[in-house]
């Protein structure tokens, strides 16, 4: 009979040494039941065909801010008398206007990105026996929103970066060309 219970004792020692085992090796999983702790194989890139299985896949990292939009580079020429060249123009349209309130004329428009400038390339002065005080004078201006000469156009002149209050060029009261900063943020 010692014999029995010396091979029973040896049974559940063996038994309950498996159980430790088994239990040892499962994880809690979110549900709080074991499930055995198996380490995933990592998963081949199907995309590529020199994806292994020992290499994992790098991880994604976050775009970038994407760069300011650069637009075209635009030469616009009045005639003989004035030619500019702008930068970062992001399309162009025709606009209509009215002269001294009778007559409708079109005028071009530049959409513009932020950081437009403009470069005068040749700007015609009035003649200085045009003139009251008998000297030269600008004969194209930049003008704002609100009405007024920001900035005369004259020959060898730096560029000017272009600000929303910026709103076109003019000779005297005649708009010829229009810039539109509604491309701009509103930061």
């Known amino acids: ?3 029995y219970t010396y091979s ?3 049974a559940f020692l063996f038994f309950s ?8 090796s499962c994880t809690p999983d979110k549900t709080n039941s074991l499930s055995p702790s198996i380490d995933p194989l990592p998963t ?8 292994s299985l020992e290499s ?7 775009p970038s801010p994407s760069p300011m939009p650069t637009g075209e580079v ?6 003989d008398s004035l030619s500019i060249e702008i930068t970062n123009v992001a399309y162009e349209e025709t606009r209509t206007g009215i002269h001294d ?6 005028y071009l428009t530049y959409v513009l990105y932020p950081g437009a400038e403009i470069t005068v390339l040749h700007a015609e002065m009035k003649d200085s026996s045009s003139t009251d005080s008998g000297k030269s004078r600008p004969n194209w201006y930049i003008t704002t929103k609100y009405g007024g000469d920001v900035l005369p156009l004259i020959d060898g ?19 010829i060309l229009s810039f539109d900063h509604s491309l701009y943020s509103e930061d």
């Open 1 to 3: 009979m010692k014999e």
């Open 8 to 10: 029973k004792s040896k």
């Open 17 to 24: 040494v498996a159980f430790l085992l088994i239990i040892s």
């Open 44 to 51: 081949p890139n199907v995309e590529s065909p020199t994806a």
């Open 56 to 62: 994992p896949t790098p991880p994604v990292e976050s």
């Open 74 to 79: 635009k030469q616009y020429d009045y005639g």
């Open 101 to 106: 309130g009778l007559e409708e004329y079109e």
């Open 157 to 175: 002149m730096d560029p000017v970066t272009l600000t929303p209050d910026m709103s076109g060029i003019t000779e005297e009261t005649y708009h």
